[in-house]
């Protein structure tokens, strides 16, 4: 199968979510938002309350805060017309926590999984390494591999965005 992986990639709250959802709804049929956000507080609870709220009932949500890559090839099959990664940031941020020293291969896993999947698959992540080098290990730690997992996506991707104030820029 072609690779249909697109992804994309800005700063926290610069509408990169609502540029994948725009690009998603261009296909017809079943979409599928692969959420891997915790809802770890009520301040959590209530936002991705809103963003489903927001979605409609044109979406199918899993909510999938490690095993991505498994989540997207138990979709196979299932007539998923497109699906929207929201965020490989937050997946990243998960895995350090429970799997540090296994994190780049299962970067690579996930990359196979989306460019082999199905059909079309969305990727969004933050670009976290133009701020001040951060202070501590495991800052720093974190913006080296989203850095690395970041460049990995965007080379196996056919398409790449930059969303800046809510305006796409098309890279690749």
């Avoid at 709804?25 to 809802?39: Q, R």
């Avoid at 001040?132 to 398409?159: C, H, T, Y």
Wanted: one cysteine or more.
């Amino acid at each position: 199968m072609d690779n249909k992986l697109t992804f994309i990639i800005g700063g926290a709250r610069s509408g990169k979510t609502a540029f994948a959802l725009k690009l998603a709804s261009e296909s017809s049929g079943k979409k599928v938002y692969l959420a891997t956000a915790e809802a770890a507080d009520d301040e959590m609870r209530l936002r991705i309350e809103r963003h489903k709220a927001e979605r409609g009932n044109d979406w199918r949500t899993i909510e999938e805060p490690l095993g991505v890559a498994a989540a997207i090839n138990s979709l196979a099959g299932q007539d998923a017309k497109v699906i929207v990664i929201d965020c490989l940031t937050l997946w990243l941020s998960n895995s350090i926590v429970h799997a540090d020293d296994v994190i780049l291969d299962e970067a690579t896993t996930l990359m196979r999984a989306m460019t082999t999947a199905d059909c079309p698959v969305i990727a969004i992540s933050n670009e976290v390494g133009w701020g001040i080098v951060p202070e501590n290990g495991l800052a720093r730690r974190f913006r080296d591999l989203a850095g690395g997992v970041n460049q990995m996506m965007a080379k196996a991707a056919s398409s790449v965005y930059f969303v800046a104030a809510g305006i796409p820029l098309k890279l690749k």
